[in-house]
């Protein structure tokens, strides 16, 4: 069965500092691997996405994502925090079914 | 802009009653996703539809629980009788398929049984 952990619930990191949110995965086949992220009292909303091509993908909001298929893990960073940056971050992956599987979240705090 | 409209955002309800939770997918979008958010287990997937028709509703307790799309604009997800440890944000989420599948998000409804 598919599957997506996020070992850490919560991230602090200093506003200007560079930040990384783990995600690690399970799943038959090729992967297909996306971030969301969720603003208090919001929906999710798309980051980026790993479909296939360059292991380091950029998305919205200057973040990028490394796949790294060795260690089946596709972790989520920036270089230069914002304090708006500041939310819950929930790293997914598509099941060749089609059913799309998230992560628990991960709450990042931005220090100012 | 299109977006993921839901309703109610917000219901608060006694045991034992009904709730119905309404989505309206973004027009053109063929997958429908409805997840359940709690503190403690995440954002779980409860079913999932692509060209209204049910492909996985293995997340869901089906003793009480029941989601449908009556037609392309309309999915449902209906609690009966409604217990408090349904209490959570329900979403729903919208697609056109495929691998590239970026979803879209409704705003939730937060659900509170007493």
């Known amino acids: 069965a598919q599957s997506v952990a996020q070992p850490e619930d919560q991230v602090n990191v200093a506003e200007g500092n560079p930040l990384t949110v783990k995600c690690t995965y399970s799943?038959?086949?090729?992967?297909?691997l996306f971030w969301y992220v969720q603003y208090p009292n919001r929906g999710l909303q798309f980051l980026l996405k790993?479909?296939?091509?360059?292991?380091l993908v950029k998305g919205s909001y200057g973040f990028e994502a490394e796949f790294n298929k060795s260690q089946t893990s596709f972790h989520l960073k920036k270089p230069s925090a914002l304090v708006s940056d500041s939310a819950l971050y929930f790293c997914?992956?598509?099941?060749?079914?089609?059913?799309?599987?998230f992560g628990k979240g991960t709450r990042l705090h931005i220090l100012p | 802009d299109a977006r993921v409209t839901q309703t109610p955002r917000h219901k608060v309800t006694e045991m034992g009653q009904e709730v119905t939770m309404r989505c309206q997918p973004i027009?053109?979008?063929?997958?429908v996703f409805w997840y359940r958010q709690t503190m403690m287990q995440g954002l779980e997937l409860l079913a999932y539809?692509?060209?209204?028709?049910?492909?996985?509703d293995s997340g869901m307790p089906k003793d009480r629980f029941s989601a449908e799309m009556p037609d392309a604009t309309l999915a449902t997800l209906k609690i009966q009788p409604s217990e408090p440890r349904d209490s959570a944000v329900y979403f729903c989420?919208?697609?056109?398929?495929?691998?590239?599948?970026?979803?879209?998000f409704g705003s939730g409804t937060q659900l509170s049984v007493l």
């Open positions: 989420a919208s697609g056109f398929g495929g691998v590239n599948e970026k979803l879209f």
């Open positions: 799943v038959s086949g090729n992967p297909y």
């Open positions: 790993y479909i296939t091509g360059d292991n």
């Open positions: 997914a992956v598509r099941d060749p079914s089609g059913k799309i599987i």
């Open positions: 027009l053109g979008h063929n997958t």
């Open positions: 539809f692509r060209n209204r028709a049910p492909l996985d």
